[in-house]
T-cell receptor, first 112, second 114 residues
């Protein structure tokens, strides 16, 4: 079956530090990959997506590249802000499973 | 832009009671998904509907049922509630059934069972 493995948290960084959250996946076929963000007490917001190998998703300074050869979709941001503090979920959608499969989530805290 | 609407936002029930959660998808979206997120957990897929027909079932207990109505809104009915049902329940919608991978999530309904 499909699965997503995420870097365990929590992650604590200082403002303007570089962020990497690792995500690898196992899936049949060619899944689409996503990063969702969940702010405290709120729902899931789509942060970025990639639908095929070598695609790069980007939004709000965050980036992730779909690497088929390493089955990875690592999230990066060059300079984090306090407002980026949230839980980040890596997820995949496979046409065969027809549902989103989420990783365990990574809590990010950015200190001023 | 219109988003997915869920009601109620918060719900407190006692053990063995029933609960009904409602989801109103983005206009013209024809596919609805339900997910359950326990405390500190990742969201788990429960069930989905496409064009008012149940499509897939995930880890949904037999005590739960759901349906999608003619206006595409969906309801999740939960009976004989247990303490372990306390969770955040998300609804998501998309357009185009399984050809559309991009799901838009509602704010969730927080269910507390006491």
């Amino acid at each position: 079956g499909n699965s997503v493995t995420q870097m365990e948290g929590p992650v604590t960084l200082s403002e303007e530090a570089f962020l990497t959250i690792n995500c690898t996946y196992t899936a049949t076929g060619y899944p689409s990959l996503f990063w969702y963000v969940q702010y405290p007490g709120e729902g899931l917001q789509l942060l970025l997506k990639a639908t095929k190998a070598d695609d790069k998703g980007s939004n709000k300074g965050f980036e992730a590249t779909y690497r088929k050869e390493t089955t990875s979709f690592h999230l990066e941001k060059g300079s984090v802000q306090v407002s980026d503090s949230a839980v980040y979920f890596c997820a995949l959608f496979s046409g065969s499973a027809r549902q989103l499969t989420f990783g365990s989530g990574t809590q990010l805290t950015v200190l001023p | 832009a219109a988003g997915v609407i869920q009601s109620p936002r918060h719900l407190i029930k006692e053990k063995r009671e029933t609960a009904t959660l409602k989801c109103y998808p983005i206009p013209r979206h024809d596919t609805v998904y339900w997910y359950q997120q326990g405390p500190g957990q990742d969201p788990q897929f429960l069930i989905s509907f496409y064009e008012k027909m149940q499509s897939d079932k995930g880890s949904i207990p037999d005590r739960f049922s759901a349906q999608q109505f003619s206006d595409y809104h969906s309801e999740l009915n939960m009976s004989s509630l247990e303490l372990g049902d306390s969770a955040l329940y998300f609804c998501a919608s998309s357009l185009g059934g399984w050809s559309s991978y991009e799901q838009y999530f509602g704010p969730g309904t927080r269910l507390t069972v006491t």
